[in-house]
């Protein structure tokens, strides 16, 4: 059985170490794009960039002070126990959240929509965000905790309800657009990690482009070769923009286009679209059964 | 690199081109969007001397109450480009002569920078934690308690703050627009590349607005 104690510490190192810690593949990923880049401006954006991670990895502050909203994915096995049930998660979420903002790992922005007012702890309804799946026989628990920035998420969202007549071309257009669009005057700080979804609910379609920018390992491809191809493409095309770091002029507006799709109703054809910034926070915590945490940058 | 003493001359700012790098040395003054709204609609502001702490940073610093005061984690400069409802009036209601934030602004704040005789500089990469190093004092806390750390209004001693580029200049330029005015240009090549038709429309299932003109 997995202990409350346990839970909530792996939460809060995870979160910790994502809001000082660029993931490796992230951080290679930057490295080669920076190499590319031939105008001054759009070198030094990344150069700058990856001198200040490595600022916050020496104990000198945070990969980007806003460390937006606190997202977290749980995923347990069939064979998974809980002290308390497996509402603890949730609780220990909230405790590891209210922790890390207490020691400023997290900057206090979550506020109420309406009122505009900060508890100062980044706790509210729906704060902090834990999505629970289950998946395989084991017995473990798997977190990732991602501090989501605003700059990506408020900038980088779109949905469009496209119809089959409106064909692949309608979705290359939509996220064309999309990165067009977010990636003015480097509104969602690329090089972005572009997240698409295509199908299912406006719900599901939405969480679907969330988990493709955020969960998967920059420069892996979709398993069915056509989703692939698909990527490819999107991701060739972004890069004869002329758009660069920051927005400035340059080649790395994205570094990745990454599309999961789910089947849907037969008149429709959701897209959705959602962006991850240059840092790509994202931190995971594997606990086993008999308390054992292992934390690792990458996502497996 | 050129550093440039705050407050701002009118001189100064309209001798700045776009593109240009600079560090900055002086004064200057914190808020969001609860500081744009609040000083228009509600006329509430910090009690400042305008005249001489005329740099307004876009940011919301990540900040430890400490026993020996205030400490800077790290502050990122935030997207000013949210702010363009009411960026013009701000920058003329306190004679702005610099603004240093994320991203740049839009057309009517680049009028008033024009008038006021200031200009707009954007961050360059991720720095906020350098940033922290240049902030020489954190002098005064405003609206703490109604706003928290994140929205308050922070005023900052600050040496060679920076860099940042000049991405609006005195004279009504933006280093942004210019750039988006390429990337158009470039835009149907790369569409019709994808297979995109030139004339390409999404299905529209609401009335045509163009058939009851």
């Known amino acids: ?300 | 690199m050129k550093n440039i003493t705050l407050p701002m001359s009118k001189d100064t700012a309209r001798a700045l081109q776009l593109g240009d790098m600079v560090t900055v040395s002086g004064l200057m003054f914190t808020g969001r969007s609860r500081f744009h709204i609040r000083a228009i609609e509600e006329n509430i502001f910090p009690p400042l001397d305008y005249q001489a702490i005329n740099c307004f940073f876009h940011v919301g610093p990540v900040m430890r109450d400490t026993p020996d005061g205030w400490e800077v984690v790290s502050c990122e400069p935030t997207s000013s480009i949210r702010f363009e409802r009411y960026g013009a009036d701000v920058v003329r209601r306190f004679q702005l002569r610099t603004l240093i934030g994320k991203t740049t602004m839009g057309a009517r704040t680049a009028q008033a920078l024009q008038e006021v005789g200031g200009v707009y500089l954007s961050k360059i990469g991720l720095s906020g934690n350098a940033l922290r190093d240049q902030i020489t004092k954190v002098r005064q806390v405003f609206f703490l308690e109604e706003l928290g750390k994140t929205e308050a209004t922070w005023v900052y001693e600050v040496d060679h703050f920076g860099p940042f580029f000049v991405a609006i200049d005195a004279h009504g330029n933006n280093y942004f627009e210019q750039l988006a005015a390429d990337v158009s240009c470039a835009l149907p090549g790369i569409e019709r590349d994808l297979g995109i038709p030139a004339d390409y429309a999404f299905t529209n299932v609401n009335p045509d607005s163009s058939a009851n003109m």
């Open chain 1, 1 to 300: 059985m997995i202990l409350r104690s346990t839970l909530e510490e792996a939460m809060y190192t995870a979160m910790r170490t994502a809001s000082v810690q660029m993931p490796p593949d992230v951080r290679a990923a930057l490295e080669q794009a920076a190499k590319e880049e031939t105008d001054p401006m759009a070198r030094r954006h990344l150069t700058v960039s990856l001198q200040n991670a490595d600022l916050a990895r020496a104990g000198k502050g945070l990969v980007c002070a806003d460390t937006g909203f606190p997202l977290f994915f749980v995923q347990a096995g069939a064979h998974t126990t809980v002290e308390g049930g497996f509402e603890t998660i949730f609780q220990a979420a909230a405790a590891a959240t209210a922790r890390a903002t207490e020691e400023c790992f997290l900057r206090p922005t979550m506020v109420d929509p309406l009122r505009r007012s900060n508890p100062g702890n980044n706790l509210g309804p729906g704060m902090p965000k834990v999505e629970l799946t289950f998946s395989g026989n084991g017995d473990g628990i798997r977190i990732i905790a991602a501090p989501k920035g605003g700059g990506s998420e408020i900038f980088g969202t779109f949905y469009n309800m496209l119809f089959p007549s409106d064909g692949v071309a309608g979705i290359k257009k939509f996220v064309l657009e999309s990165i067009v669009n977010s990636c003015y005057a480097g509104k969602i700080c690329p090089p972005a990690i572009i997240g698409v979804g295509v199908g299912g609910t406006a719900d599901l379609c939405m969480s679907m482009a969330k988990k493709a920018a955020l969960l998967r390992r920059v420069g892996v491809r979709h398993p069915d070769p056509l989703v692939a191809e698909l990527e490819q493409e999107l991701l060739d095309a972004a890069r004869r923009l002329g758009i660069g770091p920051m927005g400035s002029r340059g080649i790395n507006a994205v570094l990745a286009v990454n599309i999961e799709t789910a089947v849907t109703h037969t008149a429709a054809l959701p897209v959705a679209f959602n962006a991850q910034c240059l840092v790509g926070r994202r931190w995971t915590a594997m606990i086993t059964a008999d308390q054992n945490i292992t934390y690792t940058g990458d996502v497996a």
